[in-house]
């Protein structure tokens, strides 16, 4: 059968497939032009960022922090520069392999690997996370034989924060911690985050914290070009950081150290201010800590042992803790009631050992009572019965806004911690109080009876240290009072240029003088024959002061016997002072947990400390505890 062909329909058909195929490689090359162009041209600067991005890395430059010293130029915290050792979870692949395979080349211990592990669940953010620190040069030289085997971990130079005193002034100075999310948005909200590139640490409390902006300096950053796997080939640009700001405090490191020793294994806290400035010269609450245990990352066993210790020394009873006054509360009291018109100096008082008020009977720790008493005397023999009698005739609210002016009851707003927050404000009572303190109507009501405590510095009284110490430096000061600080001044490193931190009266009380002349006698007369006299006794200055034995508990008509009574439950002893009583250089309030009477323990700790700031008198130790003041001053 023969085949029949049409060569023309044979040409069409061919022509057209042609034309077809023409038209989609011309389209593919339109397509292609176009892709071209949007890359090239259009998307040019975005995809030029980005393979600069992927060329040069930018490396921040964590400044070092800045340096804090005492009053004579005492390190109390610097930095030190060393090596560590460090993974990168998101490249190191499977890190339990890889701590186990570094372990052969670097001595790793257990606690290394349980602070990494913590680090890493608390830091998970950041790039790299330290597995051993403070290499040697061995150590170093070792794992850069091994570096091809690890991807991921890389040795790198670190500055450490050191407190070259160890646990002296702790409270005071503070340290410095791993960065957490709740201080991440701390300096988010600060607008800091910009600056903290690169920054692993952060102030925790103390100066630290509240100076954490000044201290931590200027990142610098440094352009360097990078290969395909990551690796830096060369630095292409280089803008230094700037170290902090250093801080220069009023703080007497030797007198810190001096108070510390003083008060030996007991607990408690003792503020020193410079009267005329605000400037604390000490600031001690014992027992204490190493800041240097924070630096690495704490371990959870001395974490544990910190945090359930029974005598809490994490605390900073010179802010935090609250305490009654007891009787150094009857100075201001006296005070009150001269400005008030309430009492004259020589207006006397028949004291039988006793003050009933309704249905309940205030007894005065003198049995039989003190006799004829005035002004001064109440205050050198520390009579309750006169402050029982001057608390019902004041009444409460005329108590509570007279110790407000003296900032009582509220925080001086001294420069520790991030805020005030850290800073107790105490107890400052008044009918106000009351009300806004409880709930219940009936709980609501201030009863006249409650005021009668008040008196004596009892009852709903309570302050910190702190407040103590800077209302005794107003009485010192002739009613100027200034706000307690710690920094004198701030060092700007770039410039050198020092900013003064410039003591500014924070209040003028507008006090009578001669009102202030009456309790600033009567205070010089307690330490030379009234309860604070054994403590001073042959001091070569003139001393003010008053003593203050706080109950812990509720008595209950019993009597109370210090030897019979557990340690937890004794009294607490207090101590104001300030020296010399003519022209004050130095107020300070002292407070010993359960430790009985003031005269008999806070009292010696005060003589001892002003011994040495105005004689340079150095102590032995421990200031010893006055056993025969309990007998001699049994008023107190």
């Known amino acids: 059968m023969s085949h029949f062909t049409n060569p023309e329909a044979d040409v069409d058909r061919f022509r057209f497939r042609l034309g077809i195929a023409a038209i989609c490689v011309l389209l593919a090359f339109g397509l292609l032009l176009g892709r071209f162009i949007w890359l090239q041209v ?335 005397k109440s205050i050198v023999h520390s009579c309750d019965t006169y402050y029982y009698m001057l608390a019902n005739d004041m009444g409460i609210d005329n108590i509570s806004k007279f110790m407000g002016s003296l900032g009582l009851g509220q925080r001086t707003g001294v420069d520790l911690g991030k805020d005030d927050s850290g800073e107790s404000k105490g107890v400052l009572p008044s009918q106000e109080w009351k009300k806004q303190r409880f709930k219940k109507p009936e709980q609501q009501k201030w009863y006249a009876g409650e005021t009668i405590s008040i008196g004596i510095g009892q009852g709903y009284n309570a302050y910190t240290p702190i407040q103590l110490a800077q209302a005794t430096a107003t009485v010192a000061n002739n009613g100027v009072m200034f706000r307690p600080h710690l920094v004198r001044y701030l060092i700007d490193t770039k410039t050198g240029e020092k900013r003064q931190v410039e003591p500014k009266p924070i209040r003028d009380l507008q006090l009578k003088q001669s009102n202030v002349d009456v309790i600033r006698r009567a205070m010089v007369g307690v330490n030379k024959e009234g309860t604070g006299a054994r403590a001073f006794a042959g001091a070569p200055y003139e001393a003010a002061g008053k003593t203050g034995t706080a109950q812990v508990f509720s008595l209950k008509g019993a009597q109370y016997k210090e030897g019979s009574t557990k340690k937890e439950l004794r009294d607490h002893a207090l101590f104001i002072a300030y020296a010399p009583a003519d022209n004050p250089k130095i107020a300070l309030a002292v407070l010993v947990e359960n430790g009985g009477f003031g005269a008999q323990s806070a009292a010696p700790i005060a003589r001892m400390v002003i011994d040495y700031y105005l004689l340079g008198k150095l102590p032995g130790g421990a200031a010893p505890e006055d056993p025969a003041a309990i007998e001699e001053d049994p008023e107190e």
């Open 42 to 376: 259009i998307q040019h600067d975005f995809y030029q960022t980005r393979a600069e991005d992927n060329r040069i890395a930018l490396i921040p430059i964590v400044p070092n922090r800045g340096v804090i010293t005492d009053r004579n130029g005492v390190v109390l915290a610097h930095n030190y520069s060393a090596f560590t050792l460090e993974i990168t979870p998101s490249q190191a692949g499977d890190l339990e392999a890889t701590i186990d395979a570094l372990a052969e080349v670097i001595d790793i211990q257990p606690k290394d690997r349980k602070r990494f592990k913590r680090l890493l669940d608390e830091a998970k953010n950041f790039e790299s996370i330290p597995i051993r620190t403070r290499l040697t040069d061995g150590e170093v030289a070792k794992f850069a034989a091994h570096r091809y085997r690890f991807p991921g971990v890389e040795v790198k130079a670190r500055l450490f924060r050191q407190y070259p005193l160890g646990a002296i002034a702790s409270h005071a100075i503070g340290y410095i911690g791993r960065i957490t999310e709740r201080d991440l948005k701390w300096i988010e909200e600060s607008e800091k985050q910009a600056n903290y590139k690169g920054t692993d640490h952060v102030g925790k409390t103390g100066l630290e914290q509240h100076y954490e902006f000044e201290l931590h300096g200027e990142t610098g950053y440094e352009e360097v070009e990078i290969d395909a796997g990551g690796r830096a080939l060369r630095s292409l640009k280089r803008i230094p950081p700037v170290s902090g700001n250093n801080l220069a405090l009023t703080l007497d490191a030797k007198l810190q150290e001096i108070t510390e020793q003083a008060f030996g294994d007991r607990k408690g806290s003792l503020v020193a201010i410079d009267p005329q400035t605000g400037g604390i010269l000490a600031l001690v609450s014992t027992p204490t800590y190493d800041p240097n245990l924070f630096v690495d990352g704490i371990t959870p066993d001395n974490w544990k042992e910190l945090n359930e210790h029974p005598s809490k020394p994490m605390v900073n009873r010179a802010i935090n803790g609250a305490y009654p006054p007891g009787s150094t509360f009857k100075p201001f009291m006296a005070l009150a009631a001269l400005e008030l018109g309430k009492r004259t100096p020589n207006q006397a008082i028949s004291d039988p050992g006793y003050f009933t008020f309704g249905n309940h009977t205030f007894r005065d720790d003198k049995k039989g009572g003190h006799g004829s008493v005035d002004m001064y």
